[in-house]
């Protein structure tokens, strides 16, 4: 069982409204069983809704209390992820889910790199607020940008 953002897979479950469908993600994943979620949404958050990013570390920090989720109108939503990413960790366990394919550069889901806090468009190493929490239980977590590893692996 695979775990995958379910705006790779075309749901349009992503901050605007839209989704990041990736053909090569899908096509990939045609014969296996996938688990699609959205943690964000999972967390009680709004399609569409406001942008938010990570200020003060990454995913980790953000569970070890020593970071935040702002939205562009800076409002903490550091709640709402936590609670997607536990409900996220809730299914990967009911599932037994051991590998998840997640959206780089989600504050959720990025697995190498998140926006900075700053909504500027810049980027930073760290992983998403998910992607850390299932890392810390052992699930190995790939993104959309790992596409040639994950065709030797599936």
Do not use: W
């Not at 749901?11 to 688990?35: A, P, R, S, T």
């Not at 980027?123 to 699930?139: M, P, R, S």
């Amino acid at each position: 069982m695979i775990l995958v953002s379910a705006c790779l897979l075309g749901d349009n479950c992503k901050y605007n409204g839209g989704n990041n469908y990736h053909q090569e993600i899908f096509d990939l994943l045609q014969e296996e069983e996938v688990v699609a979620v959205c943690p964000e949404e999972l967390g009680d958050l709004l399609t569409p809704r406001i942008p938010a990013e990570i200020v003060g570390g990454d995913g980790t920090d953000v569970l070890n209390r020593q970071a935040k989720v702002i939205n562009q109108e800076g409002e903490d939503v550091t709640s709402n992820f936590i609670i997607g990413a536990n409900r996220v960790l809730t299914i990967v366990n009911q599932k037994g889910c051991q590998l998840a394919i997640l959206k780089e550069r989600s504050p959720s889901c990025g697995t190498k790199s998140i926006y900075d806090g700053t909504f500027s468009g810049t980027k930073q190493q760290g992983v998403g607020v998910t992607t850390a929490i299932l890392e810390e239980t052992g699930i190995k977590v790939y993104s959309e940008e790992d596409i040639n590893q994950l065709k030797t692996i599936i």
